[in-house]
């Protein structure tokens, strides 16, 4: 909790004196510019984001601790049941895990559109003449970096345990692009709980009921052809089966085509459809 | 821009929101003449802060229309947004970057380059004496601290027209005087300010004119002058030597005067609201009172002529007094 004024004695006997000509000079002299682009709005926003992350780094710890944890966890918890050892099981895992995590992740975001829109500098921002949406944009830039470092973080715990892409630098960069592209995109459903619901309690509520059945019912922990026909039916069409299959060819060496471009049809998907919802309530807030 | 060009910063007519139920904002009709500070005077819930809400586009108005130098608020808001800035009630700063941070994301969200948004961004922190403070996070100042960077935010490209919600609540005297001259400061330059308070004496010290808003609705309108003027010219307090001879002043006053006399606590005063109805000033009617009592013997011990306060003018007006309880007294004349 933050209090609204909370008096410094000692602060406000040292504050200078308002200088009323230089004010006079600067309000006077004030010129205005064009107009940021939506892209330069956006980008501002992003910058916004990461001085939040300089400010507070403990809010990194979802994107380093947590995803150590997962690999650690399900590796060695399924390794030797599933592929015979960790080492075997890992190469099949670690992409599948590095996608669930990051796309875990993403829910973050959510919790934290809901507790900064309550603050004053909202109603700022949404007076101010720019591109509605670069507000939130900037949020998701912002994650963007998370996201990009929670995978290093993730690839260099899985290459200690001896996970070794074929698909090399190459691949596992544009795993990694897509990994990104697709949470980014996946996260307005997020922005749009954060300003629909109304407690930060409620937004985890929420976002826990949609990701883990999402994330666990797919391909990344195991083979779905061992699975009940109507929970294959799901799990075969699930956007996280397909990003996943395509982040592990991705790095395997591999071009999954089809993969990929499920992949980013959902991306798409998801933009267009919790885009406009999300601005709606932006709009309207 | 547009071709509609209107000496007026402001225009509304029947201005409504409602949440659910309440009808927050019930039919206001305001017009601001640009290059002035307009007071909106009311309590706590009054609807000021939605009034300011819908004119700075961050509301959808249910109902009425509001113009902005011209601009729909709603069909022409970024028309408006272009041309208006907003401080509101709390902090509109982000509290987890410093002050320089702050003004430089905001120099750079109005269109500035990023060396002409640092450098603005320095002399407003230099201008408000904050820049020994710039490097740390705004949650760290102080309240007069915060209100400052706050407008200072807002000033960052001069507006045409300045919203300040609630300035100074919450805000010890002496930061209050500061804000009131950076106010000062920043209409001298010709940007219209709209000030919401519900402390009277900073209406009296800042607006030129003022609407009383309570309930929604505003429920008077007019210079300071004309608001006092409205519930009479002043009052008179007395202080008589001998307290046996109260209730005969007391029907001396009220004879003489046509005044409502209002017998104080203190058994030897008693006051008289004067009348404007006579055309008299309040100055005219107290020496007639004074030399009636003299007539008739009761001794004078003290005497003093005040003006009509906001305070009275809002208890007139609405019927129950405001919550505020720090308010200053009349300007008190001594006779």
């Given at each position: 909790m933050s209090t609204v004024t909370q008096p410094h004695d000692r602060a406000a006997k040292d504050l200078a004196p308002v200088s009323a000509e230089s004010l006079a000079a600067l309000l006077v002299t004030g010129e205005r510019p064009p107009r940021p682009s939506a892209l330069s709005a956006s980008l501002t926003f992003g910058w916004r984001a990461?001085?939040?992350?300089?400010?507070?780094?403990?809010?990194?710890?979802?994107?380093?601790?947590?995803?150590?944890?997962?690999?650690?966890?399900?590796?060695?918890?399924?390794?030797?049941?599933?592929?015979?050892?960790?080492?075997?099981?890992?190469?099949?895992?670690?992409?599948?895990?590095?996608?669930?995590?990051?796309?875990?992740?993403?829910?973050?975001?959510?919790?934290?559109?809901?507790?900064d829109i309550e603050k004053g500098v909202f109603d700022r921002f949404r007076s101010l003449p720019?591109?509605?949406?670069?507000?939130?944009?900037?949020?998701?830039?912002?994650?963007?970096?998370?996201?990009?470092?929670?995978?290093?973080?993730m690839l260099t715990v899985g290459v200690i345990l001896g996970y070794r892409p074929d698909g090399g630098v190459g691949g596992?960069?544009?795993?990694?692009?897509?990994?990104?592209?697709?949470?980014?995109?996946?996260?307005?459903?997020?922005?749009?709980?954060?300003?629909?619901?109304?407690?930060?309690?409620?937004?985890?509520?929420?976002?826990?009921?949609?990701?883990?059945?999402?994330?666990?019912l797919s391909n990344v922990f195991v083979d779905p052809r061992t699975m009940p026909g109507w929970l294959q039916a799901f799990v075969n069409n699930s956007p996280i089966t397909h990003l996943s299959s395509a982040v592990r060819e991705l790095m395997a060496g591999d071009w999954p085509a089809d993969e990929i471009a499920w992949s980013l049809g959902w991306a798409g998907l998801f933009v267009a459809v919790f885009g406009p919802v999300t601005m709606r309530l932006y709009n309207r807030k | 821009m547009s071709q509609h060009t209107s000496a007026l910063a402001i225009e509304t007519a029947g201005l409504v929101k409602t949440f659910g139920e309440t009808r927050a904002v019930d039919g206001v009709d305001l017009a601001v003449p640009a290059g002035t500070v307009y007071g909106v005077l009311g309590p706590n819930g009054a609807g000021k802060t939605t009034t300011v809400k819908m004119l700075a586009t961050l509301l959808r108005p249910d109902g009425g229309e509001a113009h902005v130098f011209g601009h729909d608020v709603v069909r022409e808001a970024d028309e408006v947004r272009g041309r208006v800035s907003l401080t509101g009630q709390y902090a509109s700063v982000d509290e987890d970057l410093t002050g320089t941070e702050n003004l430089v994301l905001l120099g750079r969200l109005l269109g500035h380059h990023k060396?002409?948004?640092?450098?603005?961004?320095?002399?407003?922190?230099?201008?408000?004496?904050?820049?020994?403070?710039?490097?740390?996070?705004?949650k760290h100042?102080?309240?007069?601290?915060r209100r400052r960077i706050d407008i200072a935010a807002s000033i960052l490209n001069t507006p045409d027209l300045l919203f300040l919600d609630e300035p100074t609540t919450g805000l010890d005297p002496r930061s209050r005087n500061q804000v009131w001259d950076i106010v000062r400061a920043v209409v001298a330059q010709g940007t219209t300010v709209l000030l919401t308070t519900q402390y009277l004496d900073e209406a009296d010290q800042l607006a030129s004119r003022i609407a009383v808003i309570d309930h929604g609705k505003v429920i008077a309108e007019g210079t300071k002058g004309e608001l006092k003027a409205s519930v009479?010219?002043?009052?008179?307090?007395l202080r008589l030597r001998d307290s046996g001879r109260r209730p005969e002043a007391a029907e001396i006053l009220r004879r003489s005067l046509d005044a409502r006399v209002q017998l104080e606590p203190d058994p030897v005063a008693l006051s008289a609201r004067l009348g404007s109805a006579t055309g008299d000033t309040a100055a005219e009617q107290a020496s007639r009172a004074l030399a009636e009592l003299a007539r008739t013997g009761i001794t004078v011990d003290n005497f003093s002529l005040g003006q009509p306060s906001l305070d009275e003018v809002f208890l007139a007006l609405t019927g129950h007094p405001t919550d505020d309880t720090d308010d200053t007294d009349a300007e008190e004349m001594a006779a």
């Open positions: 990461i001085l939040k992350i300089k400010h507070v780094p403990e809010q990194l710890f979802d994107v380093t601790a947590f995803p150590i944890m997962m690999v650690l966890m399900y590796t060695y918890l399924f390794g030797g049941a599933l592929a015979g050892s960790p080492k075997e099981y890992i190469q099949f895992l670690l992409p599948g895990i590095l996608v669930m995590s990051v796309v875990m992740i993403t829910m973050y975001t959510g919790v934290s559109v809901n507790t720019i591109w509605r949406p670069s507000t939130m944009v900037g949020y998701l830039l912002g994650d963007a970096l998370r996201y990009t470092i929670a995978s290093v973080v596992v960069l544009a795993g990694i692009a897509l990994l990104v592209v697709f949470s980014f995109a996946f996260s307005w459903i997020w922005t749009m709980f954060g300003l629909l619901l109304r407690t930060e309690k409620s937004v985890m509520g929420v976002s826990m009921m949609v990701i883990f059945p999402l994330t666990f | 060396k002409a948004a640092r450098e603005r961004a320095g002399r407003l922190l230099e201008a408000f004496g904050l820049s020994e403070a710039a490097a740390r996070q705004v100042y102080s309240g007069g601290m009479g010219a002043g009052t008179v307090h």
